[in-house]
C-alpha cells in the first residue's frame, strides 16, 4: 500500500494496562487478535495508519523488563502511554514511571498520548481525575493529549491515534 512517513512510537505503562491489546486494534481487523498474553521484554509491529507508516515497540510493563523502555528514548517519535483507569492503587506508580520517564535527556520534546483505558470498568476513574492523579497540568515541555478508551472494542483508540499523527505528519 501506500506509506507515508516512518515514524516510531514507543508505547509505554504498566503491565496489564492494555498496551498490547489497543496496539492489536491498530491492526487492520483480518490481523487483530484477541488471546493477547503478558508481553515478554518487548515486541516490534510495522503498521499503516492515517498515512504513517508506524513502527511500533510494545515494551512490556512488568517491573522487571521496566529499564528496558530508556533503551528506546532515543529513536522514539512519539510515546503512547497507557493507564489501566481502574487501576486507582497503582496510579502513583505510573506517575513514579512517567516522571522518571519524561526527565529522561534522549525524551526531550516528544509528543505524549496517553490512553484512559479501560473506560468500561465501572470503577474505572474519568481521564480529569487521572490527568490530575498523574499530574499531567504540568506537563510544559511536549504536546500532550489524554483520551479515554477500551482496548476490547477499539473505541478511543483510532481518534488518540490521530491526535499523535497531526504532531508527526
Ligand atoms: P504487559 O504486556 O504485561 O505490560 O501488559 P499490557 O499492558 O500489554 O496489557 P494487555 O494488553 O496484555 O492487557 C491486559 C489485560 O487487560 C488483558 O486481559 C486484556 O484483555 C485486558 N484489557 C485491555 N484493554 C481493556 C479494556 O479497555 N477494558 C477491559 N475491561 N479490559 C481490557
Ligand atoms: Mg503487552
Redesign the pocket.
Known amino acids: 500500500g501506500i506509506s507515508g512517513r516512518k515514524v516510531n512510537v514507543l508505547v509505554v505503562g504498566l ?1 496489564n494496562s492494555g ?3 489497543i496496539i492489536e486494534r491498530l491492526k487492520p481487523r483480518p490481523k487483530q487478535s484477541s488471546d ?4 515478554v521484554g518487548f ?1 516490534v509491529e510495522e503498521l499503516q495508519k492515517g498515512g504513517l507508516t508506524f513502527t511500533v515497540f ?4 512488568a517491573g522487571r523488563y521496566r529499564t528496558l523502555w530508556e533503551q528506546y528514548y532515543r529513536e522514539a517519535d512519539a510515546v503512547i502511554f497507557v493507564v489501566d483507569s481502574a487501576d486507582k492503587l497503582r496510579m502513583v506508580v505510573a506517575r513514579d514511571e512517567m516522571e522518571h520517564m519524561l526527565r529522561h535527556p534522549n525524551l526531550r520534546k516528544v509528543p505524549v498520548l496517553y490512553f484512559a483505558n479501560k473506560k468500561d470498568l465501572p470503577v474505572a476513574m474519568p481521564p480529569v481525575e487521572i490527568a490530575q492523579a498523574l499530574g499531567l497540568e504540568d506537563i510544559k515541555d511536549r504536546p500532550w493529549q489524554i483520551v479515554p478508551s477500551n482496548g476490547l472494542t477499539g473505541e478511543g483508540v483510532d481518534q488518540g491515534v490521530e491526535w499523535l499523527s497531526e504532531r508527526l505528519g
Not at 493477547?36 to 508481553?39: E, I, L
Not at 510494545?58 to 510493563?61: F, P
Open positions: 503491565d498496551k498490547t491489546t493477547v498474553v503478558p508481553t515486541t510494545d515494551m512490556s510493563g
